[in-house]
């Protein structure tokens, strides 16, 4: 069955910083990936999608993630942090077959310091 | 686009009562999720339907949860009786049934049982 891995459940950076959240999947078949953004109080938000169509996706709010097979990993990235990317962030994966069934990491607190 | 629309927001209930969570999904969309998150589990799927029809219903706890979809546009997730470990926030997204689409989540609905 797919899995996925988030690496560090808090991080913390500087504003104006490189974010990197890391995701680790794992899947017998090619997968669909995903990253997803909670704000407090809010459902989650989908920030980007890797369906292999290109190995470097771009998503919302200047956010990335780089599909990397050999790695089996999915990092999310951002060049530089506002204050505004506080949140939680999740990894995802599907679980394979004729299905859009999400399985998801267990999620990595961004805080960003002034 | 409304989004997806869950109520209440907020429910608070004593042990042994009935509890009723509310879903409706974005018109269009054929797949509905019901998804519970809690610090110590992280987000669980309990139930999905496709075109409301009920596929898997492995991650729903136990028998005093049930879950219905009479309809293309509503669902309900029913604890009954509710018990202080039900405490969470219950998730409800949609999505279109094809793999790599992606899932529209509700802001949720805070469950808390004393």
């Known amino acids: 069955a797919q899995s996925v891995t988030q690496l560090g459940s808090h991080v913390s950076v500087s504003e104006g910083a490189l974010v990197l959240l890391r995701c680790n999947y794992s899947?017998?078949?090619?997968?669909?990936l995903f990253w997803y953004v909670q704000y407090p109080n809010q459902g989650l938000q989908l920030l980007l999608k890797y369906t292999s169509a290109a190995t470097l996706v771009k998503g919302i709010n200047g956010f990335e993630a780089e599909f990397k097979k050999s790695e089996t990993s999915f990092h999310l990235t951002k060049p530089s942090a506002h204050m505004s990317d506080a949140a939680e962030y999740f990894c995802a994966v599907t679980d394979g077959g004729a299905t859009n069934k999400l399985i998801f990491g267990t999620g990595t607190l961004l805080a960003v310091q002034p | 686009d409304a989004g997806v629309i869950q109520s209440p927001r907020h429910e608070v209930t004593e042990m042994g009562q009935e509890v009723t969570l509310r879903c409706k999904p974005i018109s269009g969309h054929n797949s509905l999720f019901w998804y519970r998150q809690t610090m110590m589990r992280g987000l669980e799927l309990l139930i999905y339907?496709?075109?409301?029809?009920?596929?898997?219903d492995s991650g729903m706890p136990e028998d005093r949860f049930s879950a219905k979809m009479p309809n293309a546009s509503f669902s309900t997730l029913k604890i009954q009786p509710s018990e202080p470990r039900d405490s969470a926030v219950y998730f409800c997204?949609?999505?279109?049934?094809?793999?790599?689409?992606?899932?529209?989540f509700g802001n949720g609905t805070r469950l808390t049982v004393t």
């Open positions: 997204a949609s999505s279109l049934a094809v793999d790599n689409s992606p899932l529209h």
């Open positions: 339907f496709n075109n409301n029809v009920p596929i898997d």
């Open positions: 899947s017998s078949v090619p997968p669909y």
